[in-house]
């Protein structure tokens, strides 16, 4: 399995960008994707997950009322809209895979980057004051 992140760019604060996440590979439905940011100096942090199972979608606190999830399956992409953007979002924004969340597996399942089996290259957002 490989996923390509893009969309990254450089905005003013308040701005939107939309990242996208393309999985080739292997075929199938079943996979919980989920976006980690990390900035210079930090700790890689969860952003958010939308599920292979109804498309439910967690996000970090940080993030919502911002940050929306969606997903294409007959692309195999799933999609990162972040609007109202922040300074503080600037990071390095990288996309991940898991295939083995079942139904009753929660935000604090997918919040743990462990969790995931296949990871993206990582697209860079820069948010201007």
């Known amino acids: 399995v490989q996923l390509q992140a893009s969309g990254g760019g450089l905005v003013q604060a308040g701005g939107s960008l939309r990242l996208s996440c393309a999985r080739s590979?292997?075929?199938?439905?079943?996979?919980?994707m989920g976006w980690f940011r990390q900035a210079p100096g930090k700790e890689r942090e969860f952003v958010g997950v939308?599920?292979?199972?109804?498309?439910?979608?967690y996000l970090a606190d940080s993030v919502k009322g911002r940050f929306t999830l969606s997903r294409d399956n007959a692309k195999n992409t799933v999609y990162l809209q972040m609007n109202s953007l922040k300074p503080e979002d600037t990071a390095v924004y990288y996309c991940?895979?898991?295939?083995?969340?079942?139904?009753?597996?929660?935000?604090?399942?997918?919040?743990?980057?462990?969790?995931?089996?296949?990871w993206g290259q990582g697209t860079q957002v820069t948010v201007s004051s």
């Open positions: 991940a895979a898991n295939v083995r969340g079942i139904a009753s597996s929660g935000r604090d399942y997918y919040a743990n980057s462990q969790r995931y089996d296949y």
């Open positions: 590979g292997r075929t199938g439905s079943r996979y919980s």
């Open positions: 939308i599920t292979w199972y109804g498309g439910t979608a």
